[in-house]
């Protein structure tokens, strides 16, 4: 039973540029958030992805975007990179049903990425 | 304020000795609360629910007291392997409510 899959796991960018960070769920979930984590602070909630469409949405610009695709895995944009988007991020997926969460948050080990 | 706060801690305490610590919320609408484990440089991993009867796992026990709303931690006869951050998660009952985590507090037994 595959669990939550990242990739890449590390990422070097320079300021400007833009990232695209792949996220497969665990086997039978359908539903995937994405944190940000830097150092020293708890995950920070930028998105959540159910049925293809933004479901919830943090405090975070327009430069982060996401996407899910029908087979439930899902892609995290950044644009126009700053030094301070440099951090650990993570997917979390879990399962929807009827509104309800049947299943608690699984993680993914991450992308660190680091912005020169 | 936060909508989710802990202390940083770090609680450095030594093998075999209890330890407990708290998680505000701010929230009173909230209904699911978690407690999660991080290891360094690791992703958090599901340490264990919250409910409002409190709940036991071993070594391990969880409280709620909504009326302050705040959520316990307590771990009974510590190891040297439960050093690690705990995060505090609050959530809606809803699949589609946010998700907050709490920045962790840090634990480390000392032998």
């Known amino acids: 039973d595959a669990g939550v899959t990242q990739s890449p796991t590390h990422l070097i960018k320079t300021r400007g540029q833009q990232v695209t960070l792949r996220c497969s769920p665990k086997?039978?979930?359908?539903?995937v958030s994405w944190y940000q984590q830097a150092l020293g602070q708890g995950p920070q909630f930028i998105f959540q992805?159910?049925?293809?469409?933004?479901?919830q949405r943090g405090n975070f610009p327009d430069r982060f975007s996401g996407h899910q695709f029908p087979n439930y895995s899902s892609e995290l944009n950044v644009n126009a990179l700053l030094l301070g988007d440099s951090a650990l991020y993570l997917c979390?997926?879990?399962?929807?049903?009827?509104?309800?969460?049947?299943?608690?948050?699984?993680f993914g080990s991450g992308t660190q990425l680091s912005v020169l | 304020r936060k909508e989710v706060e802990q202390d940083p801690g770090p609680f450095n305490v030594p093998e075999g000795a209890t330890v407990a610590f708290n998680c505000t919320y701010s929230?009173?609408?909230?209904?699911?609360f978690f407690w999660y484990r991080q290891d360094c440089r690791k992703e958090p991993k599901l340490l264990m629910s919250?409910?409002?009867s409190g709940n036991e796992d071993g070594r391990f026990t969880a409280q709620l007291n909504r009326a302050s709303q705040y959520i316990s931690l307590l771990i009974r006869d510590s190891k040297l392997s439960d050093s690690a951050t705990y995060l505090c998660?609050?959530?809606?009952?809803?699949?589609?409510?946010?998700?907050?985590f709490g920045s962790g507090t840090r634990l480390s037994i000392r032998p």
């Open positions: 919250v409910y409002s």
């Open positions: 998660v609050v959530t809606g009952y809803s699949s589609a409510s946010k998700i907050i």
């Open positions: 086997s039978g979930h359908d539903t």
């Open positions: 992805y159910y049925e293809e469409e933004e479901r």
């Open positions: 979390a997926s879990s399962l929807t049903a009827q509104g309800q969460a049947l299943e608690k948050l699984f």
């Open positions: 929230n009173s609408a909230s209904q699911s």
